[in-house]
């Protein structure tokens, strides 16, 4: 009985195959799954280093879009920055010829041609106006070039009337200044009548071309009218002369000249100081023997003194 029992105790050899079987599938499974596992990871890996090169490609095309985009923004910065250049030349030369219009309105002005009360040329043009709903606009570079080139054809319009106002101004400025009129000395008095007289040293019936005004020695001489020197000196019966061609005919002599302030072709002045008084020449004390030709025919000087007071 005792041994019969021991013999039944033992685990079947069937069974004990079967277990070891069982573990040695498990185990190759694992190693198959294992192998599985590497080689889809290394399909994936190698499959990544095939797209790789697709994927650097791309982001060297958009490098190189990016690129030209760049440099078309930087070609439309310069090509705006050389239209603002070009229109503030524009400008800048629009204001030196408003500061030219400016200085010819301030002489039309100072000319008397226009009211000064009216006409401020040193100060911006009034304007005004409601205010409008709807929102302001900024200029567009096409639509401030526009407005420029119209400002440019009304400154060439107004340029050009101004400049023929200026001409006439000075063509009635320079009649003003030829106008004979007033008296050759700043004081003193008539002392001889433009006609006949009792001659001063011989005591006869003389003619006399002009008047004489007596004052102090070595005052002013003034011319009554602007005009070119034709003659600067001594002459005959005169002493210092100053002879001055006004134009239209119109000549005017200063006599008995202490000195003389001006030579042959100068241009003077009304009112400018051409001599001063003396007694040069045939005279019998200081003063100036004043004469007014018209066409080389002596004429009576006071009714052109007496202009100047009208």
Same mark, same amino acid.
């Given at each position: 009985?005792?041994t019969?029992?021991a013999?039944? *105790?033992?685990?079947?050899?069937?069974?004990? +195959?079967?277990?070891?079987?069982? +573990?040695a599938l498990?185990?190759?499974? !694992?190693?198959?799954?294992?192998?599985?596992?590497?080689?889809?990871?290394?399909?994936?890996?190698?499959?990544?280093?095939?797209?790789?090169?697709? *994927?650097?490609?791309l982001?060297?095309?958009?490098?190189?879009?990016?690129?030209?985009?760049?440099?078309?923004?930087?070609?439309?910065?310069?090509?705006?920055q050389?239209?603002?250049?070009?229109?503030?030349?524009r400008?800048?030369?629009?204001?030196?010829?408003?500061l030219?219009?400016?200085?010819?309105?301030?002489?039309?002005?100072? *000319?008397g !041609?226009?009211?000064n009360?009216?006409?401020?040329?040193?100060?911006?043009?009034?304007?005004?106006?409601?205010?409008?709903? +709807? %929102? %302001?606009?900024?200029?567009?570079v %096409?639509?401030?070039?526009?407005?420029?080139?119209?400002?440019?054809?009304?400154l060439d319009n107004?340029?050009q009337q101004l400049?023929?106002?200026d001409?006439?101004?000075w063509?009635q400025?320079?009649?003003?200044?030829?106008?004979?009129?007033?008296?050759?000395?700043?004081?003193?008095?008539l002392?001889?009548?433009y006609?006949?007289?009792?001659d %001063?040293f011989?005591?006869?019936?003389?003619? $006399?071309?002009?008047?004489?005004?007596?004052?102090?020695?070595?005052s002013?001489?003034v011319?009554v009218?602007?005009?070119?020197?034709?003659?600067?000196?001594?002459?005959?019966g005169?002493?210092?002369?100053?002879?001055?061609a006004?134009?239209?005919?119109l000549?005017?002599?200063?006599?008995?000249?202490?000195?003389?302030s001006?030579?042959?072709?100068?241009?003077?002045?009304?009112?400018?100081?051409?001599?001063?008084m003396?007694?040069?020449?045939?005279s019998?004390?200081?003063?100036?023997?004043f004469?007014? +030709?018209?066409?080389g025919r002596?004429?009576?000087?006071v009714?052109y003194?007496?202009?100047?007071? $009208?």
């Amino acid at each position: 009985m005792t041994t019969n029992t021991a013999s039944d *105790s033992l685990p079947p050899p069937v069974i004990i +195959l079967n277990r070891r079987l069982l +573990l040695a599938l498990l185990i190759f499974a !694992l190693v198959l799954t294992a192998i599985a596992s590497w080689a889809g990871y290394t399909l994936a890996v190698a499959k990544i280093g095939v797209e790789t090169p697709v *994927s650097a490609e791309l982001v060297v095309r958009w490098q190189v879009r990016l690129q030209e985009q760049k440099a078309a923004l930087t070609q439309v910065e310069t090509d705006v920055q050389h239209q603002v250049d070009v229109m503030t030349l524009r400008l800048g030369a629009m204001q030196g010829r408003l500061l030219r219009l400016d200085v010819l309105g301030q002489r039309f002005v100072e *000319s008397g !041609l226009v009211n000064n009360e009216e006409f401020d040329f040193s100060a911006p043009a009034p304007v005004g106006g409601p205010k409008v709903l +709807l %929102p %302001p606009e900024s200029y567009s570079v %096409p639509s401030l070039s526009e407005m420029i080139e119209r400002l440019e054809r009304r400154l060439d319009n107004r340029e050009q009337q101004l400049r023929l106002l200026d001409k006439l101004a000075w063509r009635q400025k320079l009649d003003d200044e030829r106008f004979v009129e007033g008296r050759p000395i700043i004081w003193g008095w008539l002392s001889s009548e433009y006609g006949y007289r009792t001659d %001063p040293f011989s005591g006869k019936r003389t003619w $006399h071309g002009g008047v004489d005004l007596a004052g102090k020695d070595g005052s002013d001489i003034v011319a009554v009218a602007a005009g070119v020197v034709t003659w600067a000196g001594k002459r005959h019966g005169y002493g210092n002369l100053v002879e001055i061609a006004h134009g239209d005919g119109l000549v005017t002599r200063y006599a008995h000249a202490k000195a003389v302030s001006v030579k042959i072709g100068d241009l003077v002045q009304k009112a400018q100081v051409v001599a001063l008084m003396g007694s040069t020449g045939r005279s019998t004390g200081p003063h100036v023997h004043f004469e007014v +030709l018209k066409h080389g025919r002596t004429t009576d000087p006071v009714k052109y003194m007496a202009r100047a007071s $009208h």
